[in-house]
């Protein structure tokens, strides 16, 4: 498909990096809320957060931000 069509290609893998971002993203907010008494869950929500909105702002441009 990369040989076929490099510019769906590109879209393609650009999706799924912005979903994996936001998957991470939940999964380290998530854990930051059961971890909330331990060292550093501050930071790990906070990783979460920066995780989740660089994958919305992939997603919210997509076809175009897959050309970058």
Known sequence: IVIYDPFLASSII????????????????LMAIQ???SPGSGWLFFAG???IALGVMILMHWPISALW
């Open 35 to 37: 971890l909330k008494s």
């Open 49 to 51: 957060i920066i995780a």
């Open 14 to 29: 650009t999706a799924v990096l912005a979903s994996v971002l936001i998957i991470i993203g939940l999964t380290r907010f």
